[in-house]
């Protein structure tokens, strides 16, 4: 499933002049050190695996004495103003040491696999905690191979979660089971409903401060469930729980950019609402930068938006859903979270939280991230007539997703029902 295959270029004899000169410029003690840094920065440079055109990163120095390389996925820390939280510009991640313990749990499925292996490059994590029902000594084991900071650990069963879950800061959800094809998130309630609960109960337990990120679906009733198991052991703080609408963002950025020759790294989309078919809704005319659409560009950009799970799911025929794109998307927000955490300013995302701007009890819209988690919420400006009828129906489902979450984590309905 991978390869370990490499390839070399062949150094030219007519080369071996120049390599001499360099061999007399480099033993001199005055560019010794230069050198020695440059051999690091090279070595960091070319494990990135985001694009050339990304602006700088700059090299971390850690305490013990390695250099680590910061790994940014996104646009998830814009500097901007909040009067205009929308628009920002990419930043660079400045950790002076790994600091946070990030638990996984469902890390050997799908999804797990590949987010803990790019939560594994990144320097903001002192230890990575992977935990599933079965399988995580092999991807622990696996992922511990990678010359990176972080330390890994593998946790598997019940009798081990306790041991997973203490001291972590941030835990993020992606256990369960994934769509296939005819099914909609809603129909993945009946099992996720359970696990995520079950989970949820241990977080209360071993590490109630922690920030909690589900993605495990349907969000808009897994959120819900989350946040009254937590009030139930009397721990929940609303700022603290989020619901990963990430790829949302992700993909109306690269849906953008696409139709409109642009590039992707650059295009900022406001995604609010849910996470499930009509209830994602794409705010295109506060794109940034600025871009017009037609009505059917408006329309077609919209659906395709709402429907790029089932575009996965169909495309993978009956052998899995967004897998890939979904790590992505989590680790960028994972990365969000983690330098709010660390106490940088103007880090923002957009992601399904306990919110009061709209008469729903959760809602997804931007938010700041902070040391203690959302620190602030923000509305959702200015809209068109045909944004706002998106959100008349975007309202009118997720009410009942939302509804069936909290009566499933209250204890007041089962899962089958």
């Given at each position: 499933?991978?390869?370990?295959?490499?390839?070399?270029?062949?150094?030219?004899?007519?080369?071996?002049?120049?390599?001499?000169?360099?061999?007399?410029?480099?033993?001199?003690?005055?560019?010794?050190?230069?050198?020695?840094?440059?051999?690091?920065?090279?070595?960091?440079?070319?494990?990135?695996?985001?694009?050339?055109?990304?602006?700088?990163?700059n090299t971390v120095v850690l305490k013990r004495g390695v250099s680590c390389r910061p790994l940014e996925l996104?646009?998830?820390?814009?500097?901007?103003?909040?009067?205009?939280?929308r628009r920002a510009t990419v930043t660079s991640q400045a950790f002076a040491e790994p600091q946070f313990k990030v638990g996984v749990l469902g890390a050997a499925g799908g999804i797990g696999q590949p987010l803990s292996l790019l939560l594994k490059m990144n320097t903001a994590i002192k230890e990575l905690a992977v935990y599933d029902i079965m399988g995580t000594p092999g991807v622990a084991a696996d992922l511990s191979h990678c010359n990176t900071c972080s330390?890994?650990?593998?946790?598997?069963?019940?009798?081990?979660?306790?041991?997973?879950?203490?001291?972590?800061?941030?835990?993020?959800i992606p256990a369960g089971v994934p769509r296939k094809p005819g099914m909609t998130r809603?129909?993945?309630?009946?099992?996720?409903?359970?696990?995520?609960?079950?989970?949820?109960?241990?977080?209360?337990?071993?590490?109630?401060?922690?920030?909690?990120?589900?993605?495990?679906?349907?969000?808009?009733?897994?959120?819900?469930?989350?946040?009254?198991?937590?009030?139930s052991a009397g721990v929940y703080d609303p700022k603290k729980v989020f619901g990963v609408t990430t790829l949302d963002?992700?993909?109306?950025?690269?849906?953008?950019?696409?139709?409109?020759?642009?590039?992707?790294?650059?295009?900022?989309?406001?995604?609010?609402?849910?996470?499930?078919?009509?209830?994602?809704?794409?705010?295109?005319?506060?794109?940034?930068?600025?871009?017009?659409?037609?009505?059917?560009?408006?329309?077609?950009?919209?659906?395709?938006?709402?429907?790029?799970?089932?575009?996965?799911v169909d495309a993978k025929a009956g052998k899995g859903s967004a897998t890939l794109s979904m790590a992505y998307a989590a680790a960028r927000f994972a990365e969000a979270c983690l330098r709010g955490l660390s106490g940088e300013e103007d880090v923002f995302e957009c992601t399904f939280v306990d919110s009061q701007i709209t008469e729903l009890p959760f809602f997804s819209s931007k938010v700041r991230l902070g040391p203690n988690g959302a620190e602030e919420v923000f509305g959702l400006g200015e809209l068109t007539d045909f944004e706002k009828a998106g959100l008349e129906k975007c309202n009118e489902l997720l009410i009942k997703s939302i509804e069936k979450g909290v009566q499933f984590g209250a204890g007041e309905a089962t899962a089958s029902a």
């Open positions: 499933r991978h390869s370990e295959n490499a390839t070399h270029a062949p150094v030219h004899s007519s080369n071996f002049f120049f390599v001499k000169m360099a061999i007399a410029v480099v033993a001199s003690p005055k560019v010794a050190v230069a050198c020695s840094a440059a051999r690091a920065t090279k070595r960091t440079a070319a494990a990135s695996a985001f694009p050339a055109g990304r602006p700088a990163l996104s646009s998830s820390s814009r500097a901007t103003t909040l009067r205009n939280p330390t890994v650990k593998g946790y598997m069963g019940d009798e081990e979660l306790e041991a997973c879950l203490t001291g972590c800061d941030l835990v993020i809603d129909d993945l309630f009946n099992i996720n409903a359970g696990i995520v609960k079950t989970l949820v109960e241990g977080v209360a337990k071993y590490c109630p401060s922690a920030l909690v990120a589900i993605i495990s679906n349907p969000v808009n009733s897994t959120v819900p469930i989350a946040a009254e198991v937590l009030k963002i992700v993909r109306a950025n690269t849906f953008v950019a696409e139709a409109k020759g642009l590039d992707p790294m650059e295009v900022d989309v406001p995604v609010v609402g849910g996470h499930a078919g009509e209830t994602i809704l794409p705010l295109l005319s506060q794109t940034s930068p600025s871009v017009s659409f037609t009505p059917e560009e408006l329309q077609s950009l919209t659906v395709r938006i709402q429907n790029a799970g089932t575009e996965v």
